[in-house]
């Protein structure tokens, strides 16, 4: 299958696409362009040669306190609110899943991101893994836990 990237953009057939996750699914479908509109995140989308959604994921900034990070990277970062990019979501249609869509999706986000932090002080990517499956996903390609508090699985890759 063959796909390109492209910014979000309401001509993309979005009504098709089903990663398995309702929640994601939905966002794509009912929350994405409101998000866009109001400037809540930049949304990269995957779509095919017919202009349908077949993955997408979104971007946004933040910052994650210095103590959350492990010991043995302190010293490359400056003990203050540590500045980030955080993957709110990444997902793939099941049409594609195993041709390596998730993969490419994940490094046109570090590509873009390590851009930019040439420009503004980014330091890491973050990731809060919704499930086992997103968890080991991004642990394959280099992430490592964030010390935080509850169950959420907060992931990041320095920059």
């Given at each position: 299958m063959t796909w390109a990237f492209d910014k979000f953009d309401k001509k993309f057939d979005?009504?098709?696409?089903?990663?398995?996750?309702?929640?994601?699914?939905?966002?794509?479908?009912?929350?994405?362009s409101q998000d866009v509109d109001?400037?809540?995140?930049?949304?990269t989308l995957a779509v095919n040669t017919q202009d349908e959604v077949i993955g997408y994921y979104t971007l946004s900034n933040g910052a994650v306190e210095?103590?959350?990070f492990p010991?043995?990277?302190?010293?490359?970062?400056a003990?203050?609110?540590?500045p980030i990019?955080?993957?709110?979501?990444?997902?793939?249609d099941n049409s594609t899943?195993?041709?390596?869509?998730?993969?490419?999706?994940?490094?046109?986000?570090i590509d873009k991101v390590e851009q930019l932090s040439i420009e503004i002080g980014i330091r890491s990517i973050v990731v809060d893994a919704k499930n086992p499956n997103a968890e080991a996903f991004y642990l394959k390609y280099g992430f490592q836990y964030l010390h935080t508090s509850g169950a959420k699985k907060s992931l990041?890759?320095?920059i």
């Open positions: 979005r009504t098709k696409f089903n990663c398995g996750e309702l929640a994601l699914n939905d966002y794509l479908r009912k929350q994405m109001r400037r809540a995140n930049v949304p210095f103590a959350n010991q043995n990277l302190k010293k490359e970062i003990p203050s609110p540590v990019a955080r993957i709110g979501r990444l997902a793939v899943k195993g041709q390596g869509l998730g993969r490419e999706l994940l490094f046109h986000a990041f890759l320095m």
